[in-house]
Nanobody, 123 residues
Framework: QVQLVESGGGLVQAGGSLRLSCAVSGRTISSCTMGWFRQAPGKEREFVAAVTWNGNTYHAGSVKGRFTISRDNAKNMVYLQMTSLRPEDTAVYYC?????????????????WGQGTQVTVSS
């Protein structure tokens, strides 16, 4: 059984930083594309960042230059370093794993999802 568990969310003031972690169990992530998505109340789940099996990274325009995705295959972990946080970054953040190929920004590509971690940025 594959499980993804996010941690590191919380309440932070605008301009602050947080580091989200995603621990994966049940399979190795070395061959997976790993992604972070977020969902704010009343909005659809949206792409934040992804890192492919060979290390290529992609970041949404709204977070480029502020957020950085990384992976540690040896630890089966994925991270999202978030800096210069803004109130509009407030959302539940989800970690996801994709075993196949396709567009990394599409929710449907991903086979496994975590339960999410809340990030709240106060102004």
């Amino acid at each position: 059984q594959v499980q993804l568990v996010e941690s590191g969310g919380g309440l932070v003031q605008a301009g602050g930083s947080l580091r989200l972690s995603c621990a994966v169990s049940g399979r190795t992530i070395s061959s997976c594309t790993m992604g972070w998505f977020r969902q704010a109340p009343g909005k659809e789940r949206e792409f934040v960042a992804a890192v492919t099996w060979n290390g290529n990274t992609y970041h949404a325009g709204s977070v480029k230059g502020r957020f950085t995705i990384s992976r540690d295959n040896a630890k089966n972990m994925v991270y999202l370093q978030m800096t210069s946080l803004r109130p509009e970054d407030t959302a539940v953040y989800y970690c996801a794993a994709a075993t196949g190929a396709g567009s990394v920004v599409v929710v449907g590509l991903y086979d496994y999802w975590g339960q999410g971690t809340q990030v709240t940025v106060s102004s």
